[in-house]
């Protein structure tokens, strides 16, 4: 159909090798080496997608991750399109092509050239900055039913994937003496000063081949060899030396606080079929002792009116793709600039073969060899001339010409031509300074905001700090990898010092809007492309009062595309301060943040995903539970067997069966998980003395006592039974979820408070699996497999524990204890043989008729002895006196953590929450966890709870369901009959005292 | 991620390792029964929470797990200095400022 | 790695394929582990009698033949010893007699020594690609001038506290809660 844009010579793509692609369904063929920007421009395609707002047709602009209209989702081959694994929003400058590549355009319906939202852009009077704030306030009852969900429908660029991300994500953590970020000149003489000082180096670019400028720069030389061949030996120079590290498609993305920097490397994207045990993306954390930053410079739009239609490019991007990929951006090329550089891109396209029409400069006053050479190459030069409108809509046509006098503009014709290259002069790249926290100084001879002092270990060099001209930029870049190796290292680095030639500097430049005489009412120039912020909408914003610029970002959006405002910014700032009346450096710039270019959430998420998100812990018996098919909860990072459901039971069910046969015979539990702290020294009875309520200090040897742990203000923090295993020390107990932030608590105290005292904490957490048995014919089950323990209730009473062995040698604790208000055993083992000794305590428990039971029957059976869990009937504001149990403070003490808050005036007010037991009046109904309980069956709006339920349970042992309550002055009201307002009406409850089950307590001692 | 010094193992480690602990030198008292109601709330409750220069604890909680003090800039985020539990605060006007790690 | 102190089964886990070759992720068998807590004086009576002195050196390792005592902090000690033979009873066994000939030597010296032995797993990583495999994971830097041979230290591997401890060049030595292995091997082989 048409035919090719291709330089029949030239380029570093590997002319041999066709690859394959589809973009919009349509098959096309570019070559080894291009990126798709470059093989879709190769084809003639310069219209890739619609505009975020106005759905404006938009053409590829830069070459580079600045670009802020070429954005396309992409698969890796249509199989995986069609099962939903797409990227939206990749600019289609940064990705490479390969074979069955599929690339779509985005922001368009039904097609890329007929989209229906373009009628926003008939309407865009109606989208004027701000327009979200003006046009969506009212009626309020808009917002829900019509706003957003158009807002929803209508926002967005790309397409979410459909499918999970199937790919796989990897982190580094690196440390390096010299991080070195691009590998133009100025990275790499920089990088090369380093390496050469024996730094270690991270040289990293986010582009597949490294030289950046080099790569394009026609002409230059280094060392008396080409740029390019100069690039290859730096690279294998680097490449041979161990201790630096190349990353190339590697973006530096943030840099953080200490040289932490943290960088995206894309490792298979541009592979048609890469090894399946790659990582798509791999993070790297970097913390480098020094940072060389080398980003340099990007250039700068002028904003004309209908400055966005395709087949507009940045002159230097034009040079790219002719020089670097052999693509010519068009037949009839016309180059609109304010400064030198774009001469070239003219010059070295029209070197190529290129039809180059004019060059069209906005200064009257331009150097006399350029205007000669382009004479010579047929070239039709005008000084003092600008752009001021486009012909063409999805590609363009023509441009209308005016004469600049001062800032007045005479229209000057038309030109026809069909690719647009435009500079405005360079913008040097201080992103990764700015986000470093270092201030920019405002350099009005160049029209830049250049990187001030660092507040980091950083230093910029090349044109990122306004350094123009190739041996100067290698010299800088020369001097900063130097600089860096020696602060890093400590030993002198020696400058390297590069010949070179060509890559001349280039003067010139022009900020803000471009005058025109075109009609201000009807005609847009864009500042920001993505956003679609015209230079109208700055100034309205001005107009409307937003006198910060980070108002006026805010407000228009200008700055805030994935390009943060590396090609607006400056623009926009000039037409801000224009419009405020003031300097640009009074009106300042906005901060830039991380991330540099967009990162995917799967190089953010790393290997944090699916079974590897958090650790999961398993008891030594999860395996055996799993096979009796428990069901399993979460508890903390624990898996915990939840009930055992025997088939056609439903989770009530089970758990009523297990409550059953817990107190009619036996049952089996698995508390491996429980906190263990060994805390052992001569001090070990007074620590404890201090940091729980209970009185230690008598407890003799072999017994237990539960212990209840406050913190400071006096609210309860964990509990758990401790034992005493001899004169100095004891075995602790505590929740599941407790166990870490237990024994920081213990700690703290001990190492802050109490340093004189000789005790001293182990975690032993994961050194015993815990094995409960409760029922009464618990002792029957265990008896026949303890070696050495007299069970007898005269030799073992309840709470106490001895150390012995089971099974023939396997050593163990046996506390006799229980959690359910039933005759039971915790039997401490290795978890080697924690198994082995759970399987025979089962057989023993099968046989009398006993079973497993799981944590949901553990919380009821304790619910029934009104125990309390803490996080369930405690939130962090419940006093001991608050469940009841005043009991277990030891009033003789004179101290411990939290007794003198226990009698500060809130704590010992009235109308505090107190522990009950709930009995709802019809017997039946179960309450919700949670619910409130009020004095009223239908309170009045606004009127207080009394409390909440926290536990509620259908119990077996009392036929009916329970709750425990925390209700206002609970144990003043039992007998009282309250109510719990549900959607379906409120259900009348009895308060009763918490414990229903032997009040006694007789089952404990048979 | 902010790298802090463990005094006692002598090496910077990144923050993670570590476990904010409060503002420092706030003594728990020796006879907290002499304390009224309103001497008591200050001791639980109440914290200098400076802009500038703050004195703290941390604990190597993966590391040593010694619980140690910091001077940390709350502007900054800057670590100032380090030193054991039970040591007077460093006197910065002594040192000049920002001086140590 | 087999060596006097650790045993490593024949069977090796998982690494990523990507992994650089020679690289071998084993368990290690079954040790003896204490933690032994108290002041530098009670140290020294407990380095003798175990025949490791306890470094006092933060950070540092100390190992003789089939035992091992690690610097886990000012006042805190993790004693490895390989018992004679295989299975849980050898394990029992070393651990009782240890546990016995160590507070014989302490007497009346205050201190904590406990018994770990089941608490911890060790895994034994080898080979040219150690440094990288674990750096996916550890933020250390693992230079061998910043992490040299001898170097101890407890630290974390993404979401999980562990014990690194570097035994030769491209040998690293790495204990954790057993519950915590699987995640550890879990993210190793993924690499």
């Known amino acids: 159909m048409t035919r090719s844009f291709r330089t029949s010579k030239g380029g570093r793509i590997d002319r041999a090798v066709p690859v394959t692609f589809t973009f919009d369904g349509r098959t096309l063929t570019g070559r080894a080496g291009d990126t798709l920007a470059s093989a879709l421009l190769a084809n003639g395609i310069h219209l890739v997608g619609r505009s975020f707002k106005y759905h404006r047709p938009r053409g590829i602009l830069t070459a580079g991750s600045e670009e802020p209209n070429a954005l396309v989702g992409v698969a890796k081959s249509a199989a995986a399109a069609a099962a939903g694994q797409s990227v939206p929003n990749l600019r289609a400058t940064q990705v490479d092509i390969h074979e069955g590549l599929v690339a779509v355009s985005q922001n368009r319906w039904p097609s890329l050239g007929f989209d229906i939202g373009a009628v926003n852009d008939r309407l865009s009077p109606l989208f004027v900055s701000g327009f979200y704030y003006k046009t969506f306030m009212w009626p309020k009852s808009f917002w829900n039913r019509v706003y957003e969900p158009f807002i929803r429908a209508a926002a967005g660029l790309g397409k979410a994937p459909t499918a999970p991300d199937p790919d796989r994500y990897a982190n580094r953590y690196a440390h390096c003496d010299v991080l070195v970020a691009g590998s133009g000149p100025a990275g790499l003489a920089a990088a090369l000063a380093a390496a050469r000082a024996g730094a270690r180096v991270i040289l990293a670019d986010e582009q597949a081949e490294p030289g950046g400028s080099l790569l394009h720069e026609a002409g230059a030389e280094i060392e008396g060899q080409s740029a390019t061949v100069w690039v290859s030996a730096a690279m294998a120079e680097l490449a041979g030396n161990d201790r630096v590290t190349l990353l190339p498609r590697t973006t530096v993305f943030g840099y953080f606080n200490q040289n932490f920097v943290a960088l995206a490397e894309r490792v298979t994207d541009h592979l048609a079929s890469p090894d399946p045990s790659l990582p798509r993306e791999r993070l790297w954390q970097v913390r480098a002792r020094q940072v060389v930053l080398a980003t340099g410079a990007i250039e700068r739009p002028l904003v004309f009116p209908e400055n966005d239609r395709p087949g507009i490019m940045m002159a230097e991007a034009g040079r790219i793709y002719a020089n670097r990929y052999g693509v010519l951006p068009g037949r009839a090329i016309a180059v609109a600039t304010a400064c030198d550089s774009a001469w070239r891109a003219a010059f070295d396209i029209a070197a190529l073969g290129g039809n180059v029409v004019a060059v069209l400069d906005m200064r009257g006053d331009v150097d006399p060899l350029l205007k000669e050479r382009a004479r010579a190459l047929s070239i039709r030069v005008e000084t003092g001339c600008t752009v001021t409108g486009v012909k063409g809509s999805k590609r363009v046509q023509g441009v209308l010409l005016g004469r600049l006098v001062g800032e007045t503009v005479s229209s000057a014709g038309s030109l026809a031509c069909d690719c647009l290259l435009i500079s405005g002069g360079w913008t040097p790249n201080v992103s990764l300074h700015s986000q470093a926290r270092g201030k920019l100084d405002w350099n009005p001879e160049k029209g830049a905001f250049l990187p001030g002092d660092p507040v980091q270990a950083q230093r910029s060099a090349g044109s990122c700090r306004g350094i123009d001209g190739l041996a100067l930029v290698l010299a800088d870049g020369a001097r900063a990898g130097a600089e860096a190796a020696e602060a890093a290292t400590g030993s002198p680095a020696d400058v390297p010092t590069f010949s070179a030639s060509g890559g001349d500097a280039s003067t010139g430049w022009w900020l803000g809007a471009v005058p025109h005489d075109r009609n201000p009412a009807r005609v847009r120039a864009f500042v920001d492309f993505q956003n679609d912020v015209t230079a109208k909408d700055v100034k309205l914003a001005v107009r409307e009062g937003m006198h910060s610029i980070e108002h006026i970002k805010r407000y228009t959006t200008t700055g805030m595309a994935t390009d943060q405002g590396r090609l607006s910014n400056m623009n926009a700032l000039s037409i801000a301060s224009t419009a405020l009346a003031n300097e640009i450096p009074q009106v300042g710039l906005t901060t830039f943040r991380q991330p540099y270019t967009p990162v995917t959430f799967g190089t953010l998420a790393t290997t944090s995903r699916g079974d590897l998100f958090d650790p999961v812990r398993r008891t030594p018996i999860h395996d055996w539970a799993a096979a009796k098919a428990a069901a399993f909860e979460d508890v903390s990072l624990w898996k915990r067997a939840w009930y055992f459901p025997k088939s056609g039971e439903d989770m009530h069910a089970a758990v009523l069966r297990e409550c059953r046969t817990v107190r009619e015979s036996v049952g089996l539990f698995d508390a491996s998980t429980l906190g263990k702290i060994e805390v052992v020294g001569p001090d070990a009875a007074e620590f404890l003395e201090r940091i729980y309520t209970n009185p230690w200090k008598k407890l003799g040897i072999g017994r237990l006592r539960y212990g209840l742990m406050l913190n400071e203000a006096g609210f309860i923090m964990d509990d758990g039974v401790v034992g005493r295993i001899n004169e100095d020390c004891f075995h602790v107990t505590t929740t599941t979820g407790g166990a870490p932030r237990v024994l920081a608590h213990m700690e703290d105290y001990l190492q802050t408070e109490w340093a004189d005292l000789k005790v001293w904490l182990t975690s032993t957490t994961e050194q015993w699996a815990v094995i409960a048995v409760q029922g009464p014919k618990a002792r029957e089950a265990i008896a026949p497999l303890v070696d050495d323990i007299d069970l007898a209730t005269e030799a073992m009473p309840h709470m106490s524990v001895r150390e012995g062995h089971v099974m023939g040698g396997i050593p163990c604790r046996l506390f006799r204890m229980s959690f359910t208000g039933e005759a039971g055993y915790e039997i401490n083992v290795p978890p080697s043989r924690a198994r082995q000794v759970w399987e025979a305590v089962f057989a023993n428990v099968e046989r009398l008729g006993g079973c497993a039971y799981g944590t949901e029957t553990m919380h009821v059976l304790r619910a029934e002895k009104g125990y309390i869990i803490v996080g369930q009937e405690t939130d962090g504001t419940v006093t001991p006196d608050d469940v009841g149990m005043a009991w277990a403070i030891g009033k003789a003490k004179p101290d411990f953590v939290g007794k003198r808050s226990l009698a500060r005036p809130d704590l010992v007010a009235p109308g505090r929450k107190q522990l009950v037991g709930l009995l709802t009046r019809d017997g039946r109904a179960l309450l919700e966890e949670g619910a409130q309980v009020t004095a009223e069956a239908d309170p009045a709006p606004r009127t207080p709870a009394l409390g909440h339920v926290t536990s509620s349970y259908m119990s077996a042992a009392a036929g009916r369901p329970i709750a425990l309550a925390m209700i206002a002055n609970g144990r003043a009201r039992h007998g009282e009959i309250l109510h719990v307002p549900m959607p379906n009406g409120a259900i009348a409850v009895e308060v009763v005292p918490p414990l229903f089950v032997d009040p006694e307590g007789s089952r404990l001692n048979v | ?101 | 790695m087999s060596d006097t102190l650790f045993h490593a089964p024949a069977e090796a886990l998982a690494l990523p394929p990507h992994a650089a070759a020679g690289t071998a992720l084993h368990r290690a068998g079954p040790l003896v582990r204490f933690v032994f807590r108290g002041d530098s004086g009670a140290a020294a009576k407990v380095g003798e009698a175990f025949g490791v002195s306890l470094p006092q050196t933060p950070l540092a390792a100390g190992r003789a033949g089939d035992r091992a005592a690690l610097w886990q902090g000012p006042d805190e000690w993790l004693l490895l010893a390989r018992p004679a033979a295989d299975g849980p009873q050898a394990v029992d066994g070393l651990a009782r007699s240890l546990a016995g000939e160590l507070a014989a030597v302490l007497g009346d010296t205050p201190h904590s020594l406990v018994d770990v032995s089941e608490r911890n797993i060790a895994l034994l990583l080898e080979g040219p690609g150690v440094a990288d495999l674990l750096n996916a994971h550890v933020f250390l830097d693992l230079d061998p001038v910043a992490f040299p041979v001898g170097m101890v230290t407890r630290t974390l591997f993404t979401k999980a506290e562990i014990v690194l401890w570097r035994t030769g060049s491209d040998r690293f030595v790495l204990e954790c809660w057993r519950s915590f292995a699987p995640y550890v091997e879990g993210l190793l082989a993924e690499g």
């Not at chain 2, 020796?30 to 929470?49: C, G, H, I, K, S």
């Open chain 2, 1 to 101: 991620m902010l790298l802090i010094h463990c005094p006692c193992c002598g090496v910077d480690r990144p923050e993670i390792e570590f476990r904010y602990g409060g503002e420092a030198h706030i003594a728990r008292p020796v006879q907290p029964a002499d304390f009224d109601d309103r001497q008591w709330a200050e001791f639980l409750y109440m914290r200098t929470n400076p802009k500038g220069v703050m004195a703290e604890r941390w604990r190597h909680v993966h590391g040593c797990g010694r619980f140690f003090n910091a001077l940390r800039d709350t502007v900054s985020d800057r670590f100032i200095a380090v030193y054991q539990t039970g040591e007077p605060r460093p006197d910065l006007s002594a040192t000049g400022g920002e001086g140590a790690r």
